[in-house]
């Protein structure tokens, strides 16, 4: 009888699962020649059992015990990026936490420096990847404040779909609550969507926070703030993330 085979499973996966980065990130990072596997340079969809001599920037990845899973909430200011580091030295959204946190987390999608609300970190790269992909469906809600009023026809355009310089910007809903302020929730996440659309109406954004991430919300969370999501937070991303993965495969 022969003995049963090793099982298998994709370096940028496994990565992920250590808490390393996404799995994104951690196929980037093996595409950028960073990670070699037994003295190798480690190469797109590779398999491994989980024996083999990792390293990543010449550092070897020893794992000991498995990682602690962090999810954290953080309500990011204006002017701070979402990157994990900036070559200009400007402020980054990681730096409010970092300092508070041994392990390495990473942002869960981004707002852009300018834009202010939840921000989600996380070491789970499997639920990160989850959430993170195009197929997620998971909604994100934001509150505008634009510098001169909204027209009639903002919200049902943005609604049915706006095309600008050839890329299709559709909300999931749109409410006007006041003449120049709005609740707009999405579920695509494109760069800079809500700003560009606010461009092609010749408005531009005097406020723009993100108010809530799928099932997560705090409206007590000051700006700069953070904290733990609660077990029944955490379970209830997981949930729709899952619920999504279902979704998808029918």
């Known amino acids: 009888m022969s003995e049963p085979k090793e099982k298998s499973i994709r370096l940028h996966a496994y990565l992920a699962s250590l808490g390393i980065a996404s799995r994104r990130s951690c196929e980037e990072m093996i595409r950028e020649g960073r990670v070699t596997v037994d003295g190798v340079k480690a190469s797109i969809g590779q398999k491994i059992v989980c024996n083999e001599r990792i390293e990543i920037d010449g550092e070897p990845i020893i794992v000991t015990q498995r990682k602690r899973l962090r999810y954290i909430l953080l309500n990011k200011p204006k002017g701070y990026l979402s990157s994990l580091s900036d070559p200009y030295g400007r402020p980054c959204a990681i730096d409010l936490i970092s300092g508070n946190v041994n392990e390495r987390i990473y942002n869960i999608g981004r707002l852009d420096q300018w834009s202010s609300g939840l921000l989600l970190f996380t070491n789970d790269g ?7 992909h195009p197929s997620g469906q998971i909604e994100k809600e934001y509150r505008i404040l634009t510098d001169v009023p909204i027209p009639e026809n903002f919200a049902s355009s943005f609604m049915r779909g706006i095309i600008i310089d050839g890329i299709r910007y559709r909300a999931r809903s749109v409410l006007v609550t006041g003449p120049n302020s709005a609740v707009i929730i999405l579920i695509e996440g494109k760069n800079r969507e809500i700003r560009r659309v606010l461009e092609y109406f010749d408005l531009h954004a005097k406020l723009l ?5 799928g099932p997560i919300c705090d409206p007590n969370l000051a700006p700069g703030q953070w904290r733990e999501l609660t077990e029944n937070e955490v379970q209830a991303l997981k949930a729709f993330s899952d619920l999504n993965q279902k979704s998808k495969g029918k």
Not at 126 to 132: E, G, I, P, Q
Not at 209 to 213: D, G, H, L
């Open 126 to 132: 499997d639920l990160a990847s989850k959430l993170m």
């Open 209 to 213: 926070e993100r108010i809530r991430f």
